[in-house]
Every structure is written in structure tokens, then in C-alpha cells.
């Protein structure tokens, strides 16, 4: 399953704060059964079933922040699209987490 890394950021805002924008840039993932999301402090992971899904919900979340009055919004995404094995981000996670550990990663 392909995962997505994406912040969106507004420039020219009449302040320092984005905290509003970026919650109705989360907004626009709400209720979407074909993706699964987590918001971090420095962007939103994705997953969804295709490449294709991930890039329409970058440009809803893009979209929203337009919408929300941004006068620019540069938008940066990441795309992690393993073809040879399963990939999740929390299996991510875990791969990393079992290596501190002194084990080996799950396969």
C-alpha cells in the first residue's frame, strides 16, 4: 500500500499561527473510507490503495487551504510506493522499533 508524507503550508497568512489552516486541510480527509491518515506535528501520513488515491487527496488538502483564504500555499509531498513487499507506516515504524531493539525487522 502506497503511503503519502504531506505538509501543506500557507504563506502570507495575517499571522504566525497555521493551526486553523491546517485543520481544514485535515478536514478534507474526514470520512473518506479509502484512506487511512495520522496527523504529526510536521505534516499527515497517508495510505491508501494507489498512487492515484494518494494524489487526489493531496490536492484535496491543497485545495482546502486555498479555500481557506491562503494567498500562497506550497504544498510538499513524499511518496513511499514499495512494490516487493507489504508496506504500512506503522509496519514502518515497527521495522525501526524491532532494530533498536537488537532484533531483526518483521518481515
Not at 494524489?55 to 491562503?70: M, N, Q, S, T
Given at each position: ?50 498512487v ?32 516487493d ?23
Open positions: 500500500m502506497p503511503i503519502m508524507e504531506i505538509s501543506v503550508v500557507p504563506i502570507g497568512t495575517a499571522t504566525a499561527s497555521v493551526g486553523d489552516y491546517v485543520a481544514r486541510a485535515v478536514a478534507a480527509l474526514e470520512g473518506r473510507d479509502d484512506l487511512r491518515w495520522e496527523l504529526t506535528a510536521m505534516g499527515t501520513i497517508v495510505e491508501a490503495g494507489s492515484e488515491r494518494l494524489l487526489e487527496a493531496a490536492l484535496d488538502l491543497h485545495r482546502a487551504v486555498v479555500a481557506a483564504g491562503a494567498p500562497r500555499v506550497v504544498t510538499s509531498i513524499r511518496i513511499d510506493d514499495r512494490r513487499a507489504p508496506l504500512t507506516a506503522a509496519g514502518k515504524v515497527e521495522s525501526v522499533r524491532a532494530r533498536l531493539r537488537g532484533g531483526r525487522a518483521p518481515r
